[in-house]
């Protein structure tokens, strides 16, 4: 049975056309573009890979439960589905929807974090970080050695680093309100994180008396990994590791545009009951009635079957294996990524791929921009021109951790057909990888630039 082909587990009901377009109408929708890949209308764009974000397609039955939507304002049917399905998974007691992840950030830090706090997390996602930093606290990373380094293969690169969290929880003391972990770690190349890890989290928050927060978006990709390669954990269900996992924190907060399989969606729950009180007297202000908090009835209801089918041994088997199966592709072009291959997304590795590129020429971009032109495939940069800062004095910029180009996996979307496709347009680009050239941005807002930086290639 090993030998063969892991199929995509679903037949299609409903298409979706895909346009194609020619490489002259690429290069005029780019240029129109700023060449910025954010700014491209998604109809130019045949395979998109920017995000697995809210981008998935939802079931049949997801469908089927849109029409029992409740749209009651306040008690809905819907929200007790939703809310008995958040309740078994997670086991915490108050179940708190919100439109998106990071509403639920907002309203959980909002109650709990205050100016000078530290907040430490294996690596905050963006939205994390800026809504723990809005409070004017520090968003501390505190991932293990192994998940710093790119290229070296390790099965839980994910996980926190428990004696910088120990020395974290000692010597900042007070000024810690909560412990995040991020499961599995989306900014650190969507490595996973062990059930021993977590345990080891939850030992030094009970030593400290600190509260243990899960940003758990990808929790059933996370318990897929662990089934494969913690000892032990072999032959297990992923939906009871997922639920060992939940059962060792205090609470949590998740981008149900994950593995919620929903195109929209959050949830924020917890067990103590003062606090709960006082994040739901805020979602109020901007989310809505806690029964629906900013989100349709009919939207919970179809959560509520995401929630439950994401836990398929048979889904997550391809899920999984589609991001390793890109990688090798990749890997046959000769071109490097960061390994293992995370859940829902590769990331080349520019850097490598484009030594005769400076980093402040954006390498990274080049690449993106290029697996457009060539095969109408859309990633996102994830190097100097995202995380890079100016330069001062008109010098060149400071250049980002890593020059990285992720590809991410909607869910139930493509096929392996559509994920040949994008290993032959990567392997077209590689084949003259030395004929790229860097860009140089022409203007560029004060924050988060890579959204709406314009850029131009430069002519050597
Ligand atoms: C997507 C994501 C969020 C934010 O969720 P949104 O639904 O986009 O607001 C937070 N943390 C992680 C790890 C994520 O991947």
Known sequence: ???????????????????????????????????????????????????????????????????????????????????????????????????????????????????????????????????????GAEARDLVCPEGRDLALEAPFKGNVDLDALERTLAEEGERVPVVLVTITNNSGGGQPVSLANLRGVRALCDRYGVPFFLDACRFAENAWFVREREPGQDGRSPRSIAEEAFRLADGCTISLKKDGLGNIGGLLALDDPDLAAACRDNLILTEGFPTYGGLAGRDLDALAVGL??????????????????????????????VRPPGGHAIYLDAGALLPHIPAHELPAQA????????????????????????????????????????????????????????????????????TLRGYRIVEQPRWLRHFTATLEPLDR
């Open 1 to 135: 049975m090993a030998e063969r082909s892991i199929i995509e587990p679903f037949r299609i009901k409903a298409v979706e056309p895909l346009r194609s377009t020619t490489r002259a109408e690429r290069e005029a929708a780019l240029a129109e573009a700023g060449h910025n890949l954010f700014a491209l209308d998604a109809d130019d764009v045949l395979i998109d890979l920017l995000t697995d974000s809210g981008t998935g397609a939802m079931s049949a039955e997801q469908w089927a439960a849109m029409m029992r939507g409740d749209e009651s304002y306040a008690g809905a049917r819907s929200f007790a589905r939703f809310e008995r399905v958040c309740s078994a998974l997670t086991g915490f007691a108050h179940v708190i929807p919100t439109h998106q992840g990071r509403a639920a950030e907002r309203i959980l830090f909002g109650e709990l974090v205050r100016a000078g706090d530290v907040v430490p997390n294996n690596t905050h996602f963006d939205t994390t970080r800026a809504n723990i930093e809005f409070q």
């Open 308 to 337: 439950e089918e994401v836990t398929d041994p048979d889904y997550l088997r391809y899920r999984v294996r589609t991001a390793a199966y890109l990688a090798e592709r990749a890997w046959d072009a000769g071109v490097p990524t």
């Open 367 to 434: 690449l993106a921009c290029e697996l457009y032109l060539e095969g109408g495939v859309r990633g996102v940069e994830i190097g100097t021109l995202m995380f890079g800062r100016v330069g001062t004095g008109g010098g060149p910029d400071e250049p980002g951790p890593h020059e990285l180009v992720r590809l991410a996996l909607p869910r139930r979307t493509y096929t392996q057909s559509h994920v040949d496709y994008v290993g032959e347009v990567i392997a077209a680009v590689a084949a003259r990888a030395e």
